[in-house]
């Protein structure tokens, strides 16, 4: 059986998101000698993971990686003799006849909420993905709240989607070094006291406004020296972001690093009073899952995919846009005791240990190979 991927995610040095699931499933494939992969792409992959090298490459060249993958794919996966091609990234060859299709869809933000991306890309969304859910065969999703969300908003039927659960977690956290612990506490300017954690994209559909706005009423009734780091890429639409951080009253405890390596993500899920998503909308949630893993205390909203991903083991807000609601959380959080934390962190280590990316590699496998 021959499988052609779109591996567009991959073509990045450094992947996110749907780059490091497609990463993750690649590593753990467990590969026999009846079933070849081959990576489709517009352009070269520039990662470098040594995974990659077990695998064939096909550049299909077009400046649109959406058209290339939706309207450019034809010839070579009938020149390639493809059995079945799986969209990673909510898109499929539109005309491959002859070819089984899978879907694996993420989440479907931009048609719930338009403004929680570019105008483009929810455009594209709402066209490519709705037609490439209607031609797939089988649909991954990656969690029980996404495939409600496809068979609610775009009509499928039920039995031709599989809920998947997405890996994420890191394993048990291993404290750095004194001196690692410095270099990272002076570079996120928290060597003073107390802190607050998000990492992740600063956009809108991250709430990132109302943990500011809840931040600055949690320092009213918190240590003077407490601080909030969030850190992620500035992605688009940030300037309510930015105006709201220079309208704070504590402005100078709040640090926008921009990237930073897993290390760093993973001492500040664990050493945060809080690490504080509470995301409009989730297809998964990862982070949530990597802070637990890490030992981290996490605060999260009650909806989407994020009840079923924190599971007992975290802290809900109702409405993501009821700030005193979030301040409330950040202070209890705050205020944990010792044997609290404790019981917390076991809890929530417990927790995310469920989430495999072998597990996730081993069922998505299951569903390509069935033919």
């Known amino acids: 059986m ?15 998101g749907i780059g490091i699931y497609l990463l993750e499933i690649l590593r753990n494939l467990e590969r026999n000698e009846n079933t070849t992969y081959i990576l489709y792409t517009n352009e070269p992959i520039r990662n470098q993971d040594p995974v990659l090298a077990g695998f064939e490459k096909h550049v299909v060249h077009g400046k649109i990686g959406t058209f290339t993958i939706c309207f450019g794919l034809d010839k070579a996966l009938k020149a390639d003799k493809i059995d079945e091609f799986w969209g990673t990234e909510h898109m499929l060859p539109l005309f491959a006849h002859g070819v089984k299709k899978v879907l694996t869809v993420h989440d479907l933000a931009l048609l719930i909420n338009p403004k929680w991306g570019s105008r483009k890309n929810a455009i594209m969304q709402n066209i490519f993905c709705r037609l490439s859910c209607k031609r797939a065969d089988k649909i991954i999703a990656v969690s029980e709240a996404t495939k409600k969300d496809i068979v609610s908003l775009l009509s499928i039927d039920a039995n031709r989607i599989t809920a998947i659960l997405n890996g994420g977690g890191y394993g048990k956290y291993i404290t750095p070094s004194n001196e690692e612990c410095k270099k990272i506490k002076k570079r996120f300017e928290i060597e003073a006291g107390p802190f607050f954690a998000y990492t992740g994209n600063i956009e809108p559909r991250k709430n990132i406004v109302t943990i500011l706005k809840a931040f600055e009423i949690a320092c009213d009734r918190l240590d003077k020296t407490t601080s909030l780091v969030l850190a992620g890429k500035l992605s688009w639409r940030t300037q309510p972001i930015i105006g709201a951080i220079e309208q704070n009253k504590y402005k100078d405890r709040i640090h926008l690093p ?114």
């Not at 021959?2 to 996110?16: C, F, H, K, V, Y």
């Open 2 to 16: 021959r499988i052609g991927i779109d591996a567009r995610p991959l073509i990045s040095e450094s992947p996110s």
């Open 258 to 371: 921009g990237y930073i390596s897993e290390e760093e993500k993973k001492y500040l899920m664990h050493n945060a009073c809080a690490f504080v998503f509470p995301s409009n909308y989730e297809g998964f949630g990862i982070p949530v899952v990597e802070a637990m893993s890490c030992g981290g205390i996490v605060i999260t909203a009650d909806n989407s995919s994020l009840k079923e991903v924190g599971g007992k083991a975290a802290f809900y807000v109702q409405k993501t846009d009821e700030v005193s609601q979030l301040a409330d959380r950040m202070v209890q959080c705050f205020n944990l005791s010792d044997a609290e934390r404790k019981k917390l962190t076991v809890d929530g280590e417990s927790w995310a240990a469920q989430f495999s990316w072998k597990k996730c590699a081993h069922e998505t496998q299951a569903v390509l190979e069935q033919g």
